[in-house]
């Protein structure tokens, strides 16, 4: 009996351990370095062409920040919200084009992230696929030990043939452009901004 009562005793030792050993030990919540947009293309009707435009890109967030604290019991420190990444499109309604259908899809595991992506303005009838902002947003949110811990992000990138976007590569055959990043201007950084929190969202004193 006292044979199984250790054993019992051990296995949630090591279990405890090791969960602990995912957890940080101070909090962090900022700085934080700037989203990288690794790749984005943009289809687009030729010159006299008509037709949609879409939007196709890979965004990554490589920064791990403090969701909220862990009880003693879980083994103390503090949950990771951890780096993140998705691939997102923005791709214009076919009957109505002041509709833009925005979708993006995690592609890191475990992260606890949802990312949506923005044409800025969104009710634009036409997307200037030359000059265009797109918003991000990156939501973080985890329910653990009784709480709601989460994280809000915004943040905007500005894409422009000429400073960031090469000239458009067209094909006779489809009726349309090619846009893509520079070469010499990827990564495309991005300044996140917390806009909603709930967990960890301070520093305590002292650290």
Request: hydrophobic content about 35%; some cysteine; proline content about 7%.
């Amino acid at each position: 009996m006292q044979l199984s009562t250790r054993l019992a005793t051990l296995a949630v030792s090591l279990c405890t351990a090791r969960l602990a050993a995912s957890y940080d030990t101070t909090p962090f919540i900022g700085p934080l370095d700037p989203w990288k947009v690794n790749s984005l293309r943009i289809t687009a009707p030729a010159q006299g062409q008509s037709g949609t435009v879409d939007v196709e890109l890979a965004i990554e967030n490589p920064n791990t920040v403090s969701a909220g604290p862990a009880p003693h019991a879980a083994g103390g420190g503090y949950l990771p919200f951890n780096p993140s990444a998705a691939n997102c499109s923005a791709v214009q309604d076919s009957v109505d084009p002041g509709i833009v259908h925005n979708t993006c899809v995690e592609t890191s595991d475990l992260s606890y992230g949802v990312w949506s992506v923005e044409v800025v303005p969104g009710a634009a009838a036409r997307i200037d696929f030359t000059n265009l902002d797109l918003t991000f947003t990156l939501n973080y949110n985890v329910s653990r030990w009784g709480s709601q811990l989460s994280k809000v992000y915004d943040g905007t990138g500005h894409f422009e043939v000429g400073t960031n976007l090469a000239e458009g590569v067209c094909d006779d055959a489809s009726g349309t452009c090619l846009y893509e990043l520079k070469a010499e201007a990827t990564p495309v950084l991005i300044s996140p901004t917390m806009t909603e929190c709930q967990g960890t969202c301070s520093l305590p004193s002292g650290s």
